[in-house]
């Protein structure tokens, strides 16, 4: 920064505030330098020299007044898209002339493009208003003299000491509390959030802020330093929160300067370029990004427990460790909810004191979980950071942490484990991939808080009555292997090597149950769940579980209804815990017919071939008995030769109810079709009609439709509805394909509701009429859809990993290609479009979109009816499939 920036000549005040500025951003488009000025305090230098010029410039300096900065710029914290807020302090009363006095000051910065918050306020405005208003207390504590006459400034702050502070303590405590638990109800914990609120949410700037202002009322002046000393604590406490607001602010500017506005929510698509602005680079198995926001929430994490003690021992001196422990030493206490180690350096001569302490933790009454004392947390980190070995090799670990895992308040006491790196210490596999974040759009947390999440939805099973998961809870008799798998189950995550995270995780799990001597058998039954604990989810989502051969497999690596049922509600848990877009209806429908189909085959212990025979015989039977009812679409008459047409999967598939519903759809386009015959030859009266039935699968709010195509057989059908449902903004979850043997299409879809909930029918109306035109070569599919992407900002990509796997081994009866690749507008119809090109018949698709990352798989055969088994051509599948995927 150039000194003659910072010392402006007193002519040219607003000049040199542009310059400065200007350097200052063009500072931030550079990763951060060792030893550089912070972009919040040489700004607020800047606005400081441009008052004290103005003020001389303008003849100011001659009235009795004082210029007092408030809130952030009273901090000195002057983030690129931060409000100006400055007030004009009078002493008795306003004079006359003070807009003369306001205009040459702040008319210059409006006309620059700043944001100003600023007033006139005589010395009894601010009392008045700050004894009616914490937050124009807040804003008066954080009040710093720039301009004028500071005798002024001194009474106010007299003033502000007599009649407010000495008064204001117990309720001002209060009102803290409340706003920090509606900043965590609004904003979220940003020390676990992948899209945290740099500023309000919990571990944010606004921490900070609160730690300053209880300080404040206190009467702690100067910088963070000097209020962290004031307040007790050491100077490794002071230089870490120094660090971490520090680390705060440079990501803050960065987010302003990248956004162009005032924002601090940290959005996905601007991580990758904020990491590379802050000077991140990417590793080996780790994107930049990934490492960025590793970093960004043990910040967070930091300033969150700083901020919590803070307001704990301004709020109870009697939590202090030296007032508690006065008559004990070597001993663990319990006061006011809240654990002590006497002396807390006992621990360091004696480690199992830890385990003692969270002993205390899980024998207490029922009632708020106790927590550990600042205290005690600080001297378990230093042992975690100085001595980790000794915490390895303590012994008696397995036992308390069998007793925490199954005391129903694991969530509770491993939270504050993880927050001192205790759980880091005792597996050291967790720490390393604690703070590992997945950028993909689809994981919400980190992987250490993702495992807490995961834990504390299980426990809270007893508590939440969910009526398929809590009996399924309450029928086990240990829940010790349930979440030992829990805790376990990500630890493989993260590297280079190629093996599944689920297969490294349930080798780490077997090596660190040895390590603290645990029964083999119990080991071996936490190691399966482990490495197998995404087989349901992965199945449901990708398979067609109308396949008996998919289900069979599922079952023949489950093996019991035991382990079905641990695995089910560790899917549940897991998939809760990663976010919203991995635990919703759809997914919870599709994991429950898995489970009952599994749960069917294990309890029958035969495969489903004789069941499927007799299955299809009792849905013809039904259909027919349907058919005779008075309410039925269609005549037996009519009916019963449509029974000939059904293909046995077709009959495997669909209930009877839904397969009268489809023949009376199947009348009407014969209807429609011979009605087009009397002006078209035959082929060219088909081609083209097309007739939907949509319906909401759960209501009129359902997030989930069931749209049903019927039409004759068509070249480029499945990928022409894929492509008009994309171009009206439709996601699809799966599709069935069916073709009865007369040549009928009969194509399920499960899609996202209309955009238009009011008016569902007219939205259908548009999706079948631009069906049938793309059909009939009115409107181009792929012209338009091109357009669409152009018109949509591409989203941004986290690992853009590419892969198509074609397999026999699958299925019994098609072959399965399995696609991996970065999400994109329309990708089911271009890969749709890509399999029909090659003469391949889709009979059906899963489409798993995963965040960032979809992972789709299709059933197919060839155009003779069977499995893809000539090299030659699988090969050309895959190389046609990932150059449409790689466009």
């Excluded at 480029?716 to 894929?722: K, N």
């Amino acid at each position: 920064m150039t000194k003659d920036i910072l010392t402006p000549s007193s002519g040219d005040a607003t000049k040199a505030l542009a310059a400065g500025r200007a350097s200052l951003i063009l500072e931030l488009e550079q990763p951060p330098r060792p030893g550089s000025v912070r972009f919040e305090r040489a700004f607020t230098r800047l606005l400081d020299m441009y008052f004290q010029t103005r003020v001389v410039e303008t003849g100011a300096d001659r009235q009795k007044i004082a210029l007092v900065a408030v809130g952030g710029y009273g901090r000195g914290e002057m983030c690129l898209g931060s409000d100006i807020d400055i007030i004009i302090l009078c002493r008795r009363s306003i004079p006359p002339q003070a807009i003369d006095v306001a205009q040459p000051l702040f008319l210059p910065l409006w006309d620059a493009g700043y944001s100003l918050g600023h007033g006139f306020r005589t010395i009894a405005d601010c009392v008045k208003l700050a004894n009616k208003d914490h937050k124009v207390l807040c804003s008066l504590l954080d009040a710093r003299f720039v301009a004028g006459d500071s005798s002024i400034y001194e009474e106010l702050q007299q003033r502000m000491r007599d009649k407010v502070l000495a008064r204001r303590e117990k309720a001002f405590l209060q009102w803290l509390d409340d706003e920090h638990a509606e900043r965590l109800a609004t904003y979220g914990d940003g020390a676990v959030l992948l899209e945290p609120n740099l500023k309000e949410g919990v571990g944010g700037l606004r921490d900070y802020h609160r730690l300053l202002w209880l300080a404040r009322l206190r009467g702690a002046t100067g910088d963070v330093n000097g209020v962290m000393r004031q307040a007790g604590f050491s100077e490794d406490d002071c230089q870490l929160l120094e660090r971490n607001v520090d680390f705060l602010h440079r990501v803050r500017n960065r987010l302003h300067a990248l956004s162009r506005r005032k924002s601090d929510k940290l959005y996905v698509d601007i991580q990758p370029e904020l990491a590379a602005r802050m000077g991140y680079a990417d590793t080996t198995g780790m994107l930049a990004v990934e490492l960025f926001l590793g970093d960004l929430h043990r910040c967070m994490g930091d300033i969150k427990a700083l901020a919590a003690a803070f307001r704990s021992i301004m709020g109870d001196a009697s939590e202090h460790a030296d007032a508690v422990c006065a008559s004990s030493s070597g001993a663990v206490l319990v006061q006011d909810n809240v654990v002590h180690i006497c002396p807390p350096e006992a621990l360091i001569e004696n480690p199992a004191l830890i385990l003692q302490a969270l002993d205390e933790a899980v024998v207490r009454p029922d009632g708020a979980t106790p927590v550990l004392s600042w205290e005690t947390r600080q001297t378990i980190s230093r042992l975690v950071r100085e001595e980790p070995e000794r915490l390895t090799e303590l012994e008696g670990v397995w036992p308390t942490l069998v007793r925490i895992l199954t005391s129903g308040r694991a969530f509770d006491i491993m939270e504050q484990m993880v927050g001192v790196g205790l759980l880091s210490a005792f597996m050291p596999d967790f720490g390393r991939v604690r703070d590992r974040v997945q950028f993909d759009g689809f994981h919400t947390y980190p992987v250490g808080q993702h495992t807490l999440f995961v834990l504390s939805y299980l426990e809270s099973l007893p508590k939440e009555q969910h009526p398929v998961f809590t009996p399924r809870w309450e029928k086990l008799e240990d829940v010790t292997v349930l979440m030992l798998a829990a805790l376990f189950h990500d630890l493989g995550k993260g590297g280079n090597d190629a093996t599944s995270h689920s297969v490294k995780g349930a080798a780490m799990a077997r090596a660190q149950l040895a390590l603290w001597g645990v029964d083999e058998a119990l080991a071996e039954e936490v190691a399966f769940l482990v490495e197998h604990h995404l087989l349901l989810a992965r199945t449901a989502h990708r398979r067609d579980l109308s396949d008996e051969s998919v289900v069979a497999q599922c079952a023949g690596t489950i093996a019991t209804q035991e382990r079905l049922d641990l695995l089910y509600l560790l899917t549940y848990a897991d998939s809760r815990a990663t976010g919203p877009k991995a635990w919703n209806q759809w997914s919870a429908s599709l994991l429950s017919e898995l489970y009952g189909k599994v749960a069917n085959m294990l309890r029958d212990s035969t495969l489903a071939t004789p069941l499927s025979a007799r299955t299809i015989c009792d849905t013809r039977k039904r259909v027919g008995e349907l058919l005779m009812q008075p309410e039925s679409p269609v005549s037996f008459e009519e009916g019963e030769p449509m029974l000939e047409h059904l293909p046995s999967r077709y009959a495997l598939v669909v209930n009877p109810e839904n397969i009268v519903r489809h023949m009376g759809l199947v009348r009407e386009l014969g209807k429609e079709i011979k009605d087009a015959q009397r002006r078209l030859s035959e082929e060219r009266a088909a081609r083209g009609i097309v007739l939907l039935d949509p319906r909401p699968l759960e209501g009129r709010q359902s997030d989930v439709w069931e749209l049903v195509v019927v039409a004759r057989d068509q070249h480029g059908l499945f990928a022409t509805v894929a492509g008009v449902l994309a171009l009206h903004n439709l996601k699809v979850f799966s599709a069935d394909a069916f073709v009865w043997r007369d040549g009928t299409v009969v194509d399920v879809f499960h899609v996202s509701a209309p955009p238009d909930p009011l008016y569902p029918r007219e939205f259908w109306v548009k999706v079948r009429g631009s069906i049938q035109y793309a059909l009939t070569g009115k409107l181009s599919l792929e012209y338009r859809i091109d357009q669409t992407r152009d018109q949509f900002p591409k989203p941004h990509r986290g690992r853009n990993d590419v892969s198509v796997v074609i397999d026999n081994g699958l299925s019994d009866f098609y072959t399965v290609i399995e696609i991996t690749a970065p999400d994109r507008r329309a990708l089911l119809y271009d890969v749709a479009r890509t399999l029909q090109a090659m003469r391949l018949d889709i009979l059906f698709a899963k489409i798993a979109t995963l965040g960032t990352q979809t992972n789709d798989s299709f059933s197919v055969r060839d155009t003779y009816g069977q499995k893809l088994l000539d090299d030659d051509q699988v090969t050309e599948i895959r190389n046609a499939l990932l150059h449409a995927l790689q466009q």
